[in-house]
């Protein structure tokens, strides 16, 4: 609306010349000045809902990225006199508040898009980052290590974890350390392609990686499958007449 405001502005300024009470109501400069800045600001929100809405593949750490790079924007300094100052801190304070739940609940599933997993911790230490995804790596990957019959149990048991830690953090930094993955590839096939290079991480990235219930594809889909559901049940329906019409 405020976008449409500014691209009339000239046509709506005629209209006002040709009409004496227009010119009572009419916005002075200054308030103009406000809705520039309103459609610049507001013009990033735009953006990240069109591009979550238009994701097929809308993974947690687009997500957490996109809410990042809003913060940065809100971040940024502007002149002293900016006009809608009040307005920015009430948006900036707002979003902050909603990172802090969110920094939590999308650090570990944020590491396993390829994609963006050097994007989407900001200020944040490597062992910092690393620290939380190696607390989460899943005990059946003991399984994987080899055993020896011959060795007693616990001898076995303590090397296993020796040996799980050892390959937790080679497999951590040297995954860290890879150059991020292509904008345009799925993650899932991603971590498939490396499953032989990540054993214990391409595992994991299975669990992780998962398309949020609230984006749009997932929205669509449930649209979408009422009607296909709705659909058979009123075709089940009408050959259960059908055939009844013909016994009868």
Known sequence: MAERVLTLKEDLSIIKSRHQPLQDIWLNEREWEKIEHLVTLLSQFHIATTELSTQTYP?????RVVLLGLLVDLNENRNHNYPLSE??????NKIQEYWVHIDKMTHVLAFFDPRYKTIAYK?????????????????????????????????????????????NTDELLKYWESA?????????????????????????????????????????????????VFLMINQIIWITQASVNQII
């Open 180 to 228: 991020d993955a292509s904008f345009d590839i799925e993650p899932l096939s991603w971590w498939h392609a490396h499953s032989t290079e990540y054993p214990i991480l391409s595992k994991m990235a299975q669990n992780y990686l998962s398309v949020q219930a609230s984006s749009v594809p997932c929205e669509q889909l449930f649209s979408l499958a009422g009607n296909v």
């Open 59 to 63: 993974t947690i750490a687009y997500a």
């Open 123 to 167: 200020n944040l230490e490597i062992n910092e980052i690393l620290e939380p995804i190696r607390n989460n790596f899943s005990d059946s990957a003991l399984s994987n290590l080899p055993s020896n019959n011959s060795t007693s149990i616990f001898v076995q048991h303590l090397s296993s974890v020796r040996q799980q830690r050892n390959a």
């Open 87 to 92: 307005v920015l801190l009430a948006i900036r």
